[in-house]
């Protein structure tokens, strides 16, 4: 990262800081002030929009180690949110866990079920790969399915809210509060995680598996193992949403999401912690904006009205991803990179 000019590193500790200057500590404080005032000053309606970006934000973080960090690419990442959001609500619903205990298990279930068929990425790659994701989302919504007695099949499950020292979280500013907690979190693991060995070799497969393993990298190992960490966050997220919802059931994890959650890496820039919140936080919000343009654009067109007009919102998203492919290919967070080097470097930009 370039650093304004006067400012310098006098250590390595330094050096290897992600937050650098003090300008980047008051930034981060006047967010997390406007994130802790945020359930004050919005509607409900907004204030739904912020507990699932959250929690959209935790399962892309998965996604984006497995695939933007190790080049693993997955299409089945709605699947495992739904495996850690039907065993936390089982263990909560069935058992009579609290939230916190079976919250770990439903990472742990995910990120095995993740392991499992995340065993053919040692023969196949790309395209075939992208299929075997596939496979795992309809395999999983078929289990649960057919596990009627355990998962209430179509008919769903019914799950409590979390409780905290006897307290239940019933109102949306609390939960809001608590997803938010785990968002920061999960953004605080996935970042150290990059920096670390392990993120290395990730990349290392990621640019050329090849000579990775010629390097003495353990390629089929790691890649097993950025598999089981995406699933484990994805099925972290997945009880974050059931638990929201006070019930899971199959419908609540469509493939369509799985497709999105890609869109939103390739929106933000994929390969980056920051570019995944970018892509999250856009995509989500252009959602928003649909839903509250579409009575108003049904209004002056009126083919746009029923089903057509539901279908609109599919159809933004869909260009707005082929336009980034096309226009931005490094996503938002690239962008975002060029426009603070230019005011780092101002007056002398050129």
Known sequence: MDLPCGTFHENYAQDMAVIRTGKQWGALVIFLILLIAYPFFVSDSLLSIGIVIGITVVSVHGLNILTGYCGQISMGHAAFMAVGGYVSGILCARFGWSFFAALPFAGLCAGLVGLFFGLPSLRIKGF??????????????WVILQLYSITGGPEGLPVPRPEIAGMVLKSKASYFYMVMIFAVLATIVAKNLVRTRVGRAF??????????????????GYKLLAFFIGCVFAGVAGSLLVHYVTFAFPAQFPFLDSVWYLGMLIAGGMGSISGGIFGVVALKLLDYAVTLAGPAASGIFPALSGPAGAAVGLFIRGLVIILFLIYEPRGLINRWELIKAYFRLWPYSR
């Open 203 to 220: 990349i290392a497969i990621r640019d050329n598996d090849l000579a990775a393993e010629v390097m003495g990298i353990n390629v089929f």
């Open 128 to 141: 075939y790969l992208i299929m075997a994701t596939v496979a795992a989302q309809f395999i999983v919504i």
